[in-house]
């Protein structure tokens, strides 16, 4: 279980390393890439097993406000993600705002993850 857990985390950091990532690549010329949406859906993919993971565990398992709020974020992310990427792939503009949104809100869920403890 250790080994699942410790891929698990792995995937889901390289996820929002793909979305923020991307997000400041493309700063100033705004879109949503498709490592952008893989990321959003590997996030949202690992997020939801690592919190299985932590239900099945010993202990008193997870902060459900705080999986609650990221749940919430990421879900918010995948749609804008989703949006966006469909938008670029049809050759059509995507708005600064919803580009933004992508990164913005990911990068509001590592902040969360890492500062509510």
Known sequence: MD???SLLVFLHILGAAAIVGGWLAAFKTPTVTKWQWIGALTQLITGLLLVGLAQMGDGDGPNNAKVAVKLLIALVVVVAAFIGRRK???????SKGLAHAVGGM???NVA???FWQ
């Not at 670029?88 to 995507?94: G, L, M, R, S, Y």
Request: no cysteine.
């Open 3 to 5: 080994f699942l857990h």
């Open 88 to 94: 670029a792939k049809n050759n059509e503009d995507v």
């Open 106 to 108: 990911a990068f509001i």
């Open 112 to 114: 969360v993850a890492v």
